[in-house]
């Protein structure tokens, strides 16, 4: 593609080289049908290396790019980039938002559909009521005139006339939405010509709707056809219901939107979610009262299989959790044990035993059947105002997730979780089955859409990414920092392995402890300390308390993540202790002075609970030795293929995101420190499997430098003493 066919989105004097460089990929793949595995380190320049060759390739060929993250902080950017381009190269940009956060008047989805077809039917009645009218006034006319034709002709439209006043006189007395019925009744031209006239936020449509007494969201839906750009969250790209919607108020067929994922690391995460599926023991109690009420012979087969279910649910829970350990259960969800080795899980079984009917499939139909019908009825009712609220129907929902969990709970894909917390009556159960192939949400995305572009900053291993996601033949690369290396180290500290096993031992603590004393000390500013957990944070917090001048704050969990980063960046001389798998990992910057060293201390695995054994197990089958899933094929029979996709990758990726909190700008500087032997090169050649340094990227892998831990504050002087960074004499060693 010729620089010239895409400068006019850039809105800068010119890229930078990596930058053009991935904008040239970008586009080639984009001409190609091709999705996009894009990494690129802080500063690369991503999201303008994604956008302006979409919206090149979208101006071209009839498309809408749809950029999309889920961090707040990044839809601020993408709002800042879209205007910037739109001052360079007139676009229609569209920022929308859920229902939820634009309402006006706070009502759920259900009440909003009813709502608005209300309105839309007051509307019609209205406008049949005026057509009447007229007609009534010009039969009335020539009656006078002695058309007797006309008088017999206008009584038949008065009665149809009172018919249709009292029709909307019954449908005003309903619910009615003020703010639709005035988008319906109002001349919109100029909200679209404001709209248009900029890049909006989801605020600004907000207030200037409720200033005109208008619904922003609906007037958002209807205008967004054909735009150029839309920012969205990711589930309006990753829930299969919202994204049809979606693309149908773009006017789009899946075929002519290109999706730009930022932060795609977390794509996995979030297409889990959303394949997770859940049910509580109090929705499970509301179908079966819902059923005590039905008029209908279904209820019975229902009540057998739904009955059976909250009977398996409350045994299981209560066998599971033992004497004493009730009273210890708080307000979190904890899951239970009870996965079996030799066969269905320990709910499943207790269904099975507590099951009396003539077939749980058939009494499981009948339930669906019939939820499905009193479901409709419920509808009704709320649209005839019959009802204030739009009454769920607890019987399907409960009957869907039974069929759903005899179907999935042995699949391998989905993994049972009988979990339990503490409500207002109680201790009281879920059932869950835990999504643990993400792929079955994303591929069918992938496989629909023009192309997609996925940029993170740590999103390799690619073939990894591919696998997981399902991701076919896609384009890849990958953009080191662009900054100055002379203005950074990156060292590998040679203290002991912080193995679970190893965090009592005292020599450990020791040893741990004045290493990340040294290195408060010869940090010039502020030092940024990551763990493998809160735990573990509190610890060396413990330790280090009143043996430094650092003001030293301790992360927590519950504890809002801005207001501990200013309270913590407002410092001069501070030191922050959190976890690696809190808040404050990513989204979230250090700038400048904000911290100056940044440490991983140990190599931070998550605990290995049941559903991370699931996901493990489940990434084995799939892209393991003997699996057919890999759509790379490049892990060649990798018997260790579970371990690497579910715990030692993402974990590596945490810890790169960790280290990119510092250095945000080329006129940073700063120190990254990996604090535990696995780290080292050493531990590469004596270690085996225990070794972490070559899980990371070969041109990161090669800034590592090993230190021993006496030598660190030695080579933080150095480094900060030749960045002129001391404020005053540098420490003394």
């Known amino acids: ?45 991503k999201t303008l290396a994604a956008l302006v060759p979409a919206l090149a390739f979208a101006r071209e060929t009839d498309k809408t790019v749809a950029i999309t993250t889920n961090v707040h902080q990044q839809t601020r950017q993408f709002i800042e980039e879209a205007r910037a381009i739109r001052g360079e190269e007139p676009i229609r940009a569209a920022v929308f938002r859920g229902k939820a956060s634009m309402c006006h008047i706070d009502v759920g989805y259900e009440e909003c559909e009813v709502l608005r077809d209300a309105t839309k039917d007051v509307i019609d009645l209205e406008e049949d009521k ?20 006309a008088t017999e002709a206008r009584g038949a439209v008065m009665d149809e006339l009172q018919t249709v006043e009292a029709d909307l006189e019954d449908l005003q007395e309903r619910s009615v939405c003020e703010h639709y019925y005035g988008n319906l009744t109002t001349d919109t031209d100029d909200f679209y010509q404001w709209l248009y006239g900029g890049v909006r936020t989801p605020e600004e449509i907000y207030d200037y709707a409720e200033r005109e007494g208008l619904c922003g969201y609906e007037l958002l839906k209807d205008g967004m056809e054909g735009v150029d750009l839309v920012v969205c969250n990711y589930h309006h790209l990753l829930d299969p219901v919202i994204r049809e919607a979606f693309f149908r108020w773009l006017g789009r067929d899946p075929k002519d939107v290109i999706p730009v994922f930022d932060e795609a690391h977390n794509v996995e995460r979030t297409a889990r979610e959303h394949a997770t599926r859940t049910l509580t023991e109090t929705t499970l109690d509301s179908a ?29 829970y209560d066998e599971e959790l033992g004497l004493g350990a009730r009273e210890r259960v708080g307000e979190d969800w904890k899951d239970l044990s009870i996965s079996n080795p030799e066969g269905r899980d320990d709910l499943t079984l207790a269904f099975l035993s507590a099951y009396e009917g003539q077939g749980i499939d058939l009494d499981t139909d009948a339930a669906l059947s019939l939820g499905t019908a009193l479901d409709r009825q419920y509808d009704r009712a709320y649209r005839d105002g019959e009802t204030d609220v739009r009454r769920d129907c607890q019987t399907l929902q409960a009957a869907a997730f039974i069929e759903t969990w005899l179907a999935d709970g042995a699949s391998g894909t989905h993994f049972p979780v009988l979990s339990v ?39 390799r291993p690619f073939d990894v990414t591919a696998d997981v996601l399902g991701l076919e033949d896609p384009a890849t690369m990958a953009f080191d920092l662009s900054f100055s290396e002379e203005r950074r180290r990156t060292y590998a500290i040679e203290t002991p392995a912080l193995f679970a096993s190893a965090r009592e031992d005292p020599a450990t603590q020791e040893t741990i402890a004045d290493t990340l004393r040294d290195v408060i000390e010869f940090t010039p500013g502020n030092s940024l300390l990551f763990f ?97 899933g890999g759509s790379s094929g490049s892990n060649g029979g990798d018997d260790d293929a579970g371990w690497r996709y579910a715990v030692e990758i993402p974990t590596i990726r945490k810890t790169r995101q960790a280290l990119g909190r510092v250095l945000r700008s080329p006129e940073d500087f700063g120190a990254r420190l990996l604090l535990d032997e696995r780290y080292t090169e050493r531990a590469t050649r004596e270690m085996g499997k225990y070794a972490v340094r070559d899980t990371f990227p070969p041109e990161e892998r090669t800034e590592i430098v090993d230190v021993a831990p006496d030598k660190l504050k030695f080579a933080l002087l150095n480094f900060y003493g030749d960045m002129d960074a001391y404020d005053g004499p540098p420490p003394i060693p």
Request: some cysteine; aromatic content about 8%; hydrophobic content about 35%.
């Open 1 to 45: 593609m010729a620089e010239s066919t895409h400068a006019r989105f850039f809105p800068y004097d010119s890229p930078y080289e990596n930058q053009r460089e991935a904008i040239a990929g970008v586009y080639d793949a984009l001409e190609n049908d091709r999705d996009v595995l894009f990494e690129g380190a802080c500063g690369t320049g």
């Open 130 to 149: 005026r057509e009447l009218e007229e007609r009534q006034g010009d039969l009335l006319e020539r009656a006078q005139a002695g058309d007797d034709s």
């Open 288 to 316: 079966l009262a819902e059923l005590e009420e039905a008029d209908d012979s279904r209820a019975s087969q229902a009540r057998n299989a739904i009955g059976a279910f909250r009977e398996a649910l409350l045994a299981t």
């Open 421 to 459: 917390r503490r409500g207002p009556e109680g201790v009281y159960g879920r059932a869950e089955l835990y999504a643990c192939i993400p792929r079955a949400v994303t591929q069918d995305l992938f496989e629909e859409v023009h192309s997609t572009v996925l940029m993170s900053a740590t999103l």
């Open 532 to 628: 493998p957990s809160y735990s573990e944070a509190e610890r060396y917090h413990r330790l280090l308390e009143g043996t430094t001048d650092s003001t030293l704050h301790l992360d927590e969990p519950g504890v809002r993540a801005e207001g501990m980063r200013l309270e913590f960046t407002d410092s001069e001389d501070a030191t922050l202790f959190t976890s690696l798998w809190g808040t404050l990992t990513e989204g979230v910057s250090f700038d400048g002075d904000d911290a100056r060293t940044v440490a991983v201390v140990g190599v931070p695995y998550p605990y290995l609970d049941d559903r991370l054994r699931a996901v493990e197990n489940a990434y084995g089958e799939a892209f393991g030795d003997g699996g057919s």
